[in-house]
């Protein structure tokens, strides 16, 4: 059973990193709908020994599945970057800031942006608390 758990919108640093024109018009329609710029949709999940993300490809359909260990989780960090900027959402980054991690299993690192508990009408999520327990728990 998980010690916590919330719906999630996710997006990897590699999204924005290959987002094409077409991408970018479907995050003006994402945006219409009130949604925060994601990839996956799913939820988080926060056990003993693993930090887990079940959800699906929103532009795909094809479920998708991330999991971690907190020794795995090498960086915690709430804000805005290079990659998920503040001009992505409506908001411009005064009622939300993204969950970003970083991740490193082996030679690969990956980079995880999480949106959790998501509010569309007042544009807030519980990253603050969920960034605040995700450090704890990788310690």
């Not at 219409?32 to 990839?39: D, W």
Request: hydrophobic share 35%.
């Amino acid at each position: 059973m998980p010690i916590q758990k919330t719906s999630t919108y996710l997006i990897y640093q590699e999204d924005f990193q290959q987002r094409t024109l077409t991408d970018r018009l479907k995050l003006s329609m994402r945006l219409m709908q009130l949604e925060p710029i994601h990839r996956y949709l799913g939820e988080l999940r926060l056990y003993d020994d693993i930090l887990e993300f079940e959800g699906k490809d929103t532009e795909t359909g094809e479920p998708h599945l991330l999991l971690c260990s907190g020794a795995q989780i090498k960086r915690v960090f709430l804000g805005f970057d290079g990659f998920f900027t503040n001009l992505e959402d409506f908001s411009a980054g005064f009622t939300f800031k993204p969950l970003r991690l970083t991740i490193v299993n082996g030679n690969h690192t990956l980079t995880p942006y999480f949106i959790t508990n998501f509010n569309k009408i007042m544009r807030t999520s519980d990253n603050e608390k969920w960034a605040t327990k995700i450090e704890q728990w990788a310690k």
